[in-house]
C-alpha cells in the first residue's frame, strides 16, 4: 500500500483489500460529532454492461498521493471544521462485492461532514488519474469513455463539483 498519512489526513493507493473498518476507526476523534464514510463497491454490471465479471483498476502513481492531497487542502478550506479525512484507492483486479474506494471525513456537525464526503469522492473522479477496466460477458473496456483529468480549479469554475 502506497500511502502518506499525518495527523489528520490518510491517503493512497492500495493493490489489498481496503482498511475499510480502519479508515472509519481512524477518523474518529473526540472534537467531532460526524463521521460520513462513502465505500465505493466493485458491481456487476454498469449503464449497458449486464454480468460484469472483473474490474481492474490502473493509475499514475507519481499524481496520485499529490492530487488527494490537493483534494484535501481544498476541502478544508471550503469546511474549516474537518477534522480529519481518508482517501485509499484500489489499483489491480477487485472482485464483485470488494470495496474500490473509501472515503471518511470527520466534522463536528454533520452537514460538513457530508458535503466534504461528497466534494471528495466526486473530485477524486475528475482529477485524479485512476482508470477502471470492465471485463463482461460480451467485450470489455477501460471506462465509459475516456477520462479527461482536470485540475480542481476547473471543476469549480465549471460547477461540476459540488462546493
Not at 493509475?59 to 481544498?74: C, G, K, M, T
Not at 474537518?82 to 489499483?91: A, F, G, L, Y
Request: with cysteine; aromatic share 6%; proline share 5%.
Amino acid at each position: 500500500m502506497e500511502t502518506s498519512k499525518t495527523d489528520n489526513t490518510w491517503i493512497g493507493l492500495s493493490a489489498e483489500p481496503l482498511p475499510v473498518d480502519e479508515a472509519n476507526h481512524w477518523v474518529s476523534d473526540p472534537s467531532t460529532g460526524a463521521i460520513v464514510s462513502f465505500n465505493g463497491i466493485a458491481r456487476n454490471h454498469s449503464e449497458g454492461r449486464s454480468n460484469v465479471t472483473v474490474l481492474e483498476y490502473e493509475a499514475y502513481e507519481q499524481q496520485v498521493i499529490p492530487r488527494l492531497q490537493a483534494i484535501a487542502d481544498r476541502a478544508r478550506l471550503q469546511w474549516p471544521s474537518i477534522v480529519k479525512i481518508v482517501m485509499i484507492h484500489r489499483i489491480g483486479k477487485v472482485e464483485i462485492g470488494d470495496s474500490a474506494v473509501v472515503i471518511a471525513v470527520s466534522s463536528p456537525h454533520r452537514d460538513h461532514a457530508f458535503e466534504a464526503s461528497r466534494f471528495c469522492i466526486d473530485t477524486l473522479k475528475s482529477t485524479v488519474p485512476i482508470w477502471k477496466r470492465e471485463i463482461w460477458e460480451s467485450g470489455e473496456s477501460w471506462g465509459l469513455e475516456p477520462q479527461h483529468i482536470q485540475e480542481i480549479e476547473e471543476l469549480l469554475d465549471e460547477g461540476e463539483v459540488r462546493q
